[in-house]
T-cell receptor
């Protein structure tokens, strides 16, 4: 069983569309994250949820809205997609937020906005 | 904010050769994580270093944190094609108030030629 799974793996869409990426973890972790990796492979944190509560919200356009229906899921919804949103998005989870927590990553969703 | 620089940005080595990747921080680190990203996959935890002078090994990969806790080196002995990927370092977050926000350096792309 995949510990952190995200779908879809590839997403190709037109500018202006709205799309969602789903993430699920079966590790029993309390904390989940979304990271964005740009074309230069630079990985940046976007959001983090702990027990369904938003705890990290970096400077991300409000077109991006995370939703955590329960501890095991953290979905990312993107409105009015722009060309600059093209990137690989990674979901991750950790046991807690104690600063000593190892992150487990999903395999990524490659988003291409045309 | 914590600034991390990794060097080199990319590296091509012949299979069987040793190599070193460096991670330098502008501030004293609370600790340091090393992760590896295989192409098209998520990040995999390699090791975490906390104490000045600490050294850890995992198979043929050894990482060390210097005494001042501002620089870490990751050394691979007798490189194999399976070592290819992107190596990222990230400072250990300082506890709960930071929400376990793990940020990463720009990464080092490693290619191993057979």
């Amino acid at each position: 069983d995949t510990a952190v799974s995200q779908t879809p793996k590839y997403l190709v869409t037109q500018m202006g569309n709205d799309k969602s990426i789903k993430c699920e973890q079966n590790l029993g972790h309390d904390t989940m994250y979304w990271y964005k990796q740009d074309s230069k492979k630079f990985l940046k944190i976007m959001f983090s949820y702990n027990n369904k509560e938003l705890i990290i919200n970096e400077t991300v356009p409000n077109r991006f809205s995370p939703k955590s229906p329960d501890k095991a899921h953290l979905n990312l919804h993107i409105n009015s997609l722009e060309l600059g949103d093209s990137a690989v998005y990674f979901c991750a989870s950790s046991l807690g937020i104690g600063g000593n927590e190892k992150l487990f990553f999903g395999s990524g969703t490659q988003l291409s906005v045309l | 904010s914590q600034e991390l620089e990794q060097s080199p940005q990319s590296l091509i080595v012949q299979e069987g050769k040793n190599l070193t990747i460096n991670c330098t921080s502008s501030k004293t680190l609370y600790g340091l994580y090393w992760y590896k990203q295989k192409y098209g996959e998520g990040l995999i935890f390699l090791m975490m270093l906390q104490k000045g002078g600490e050294e850890k090994s995992h198979e043929k990969i050894t990482a060390k944190l210097d005494e001042k806790k501002q620089q870490s080196s990751l050394h691979i002995t007798a490189s194999q094609p399976s070592h290819a990927g992107i190596y990222l370092c990230g400072p250990r977050p300082r506890g709960r108030e930071y929400g376990n926000k793990l940020v990463f350096g720009a990464g080092t792309i490693l290619r191993v030629k057979s």
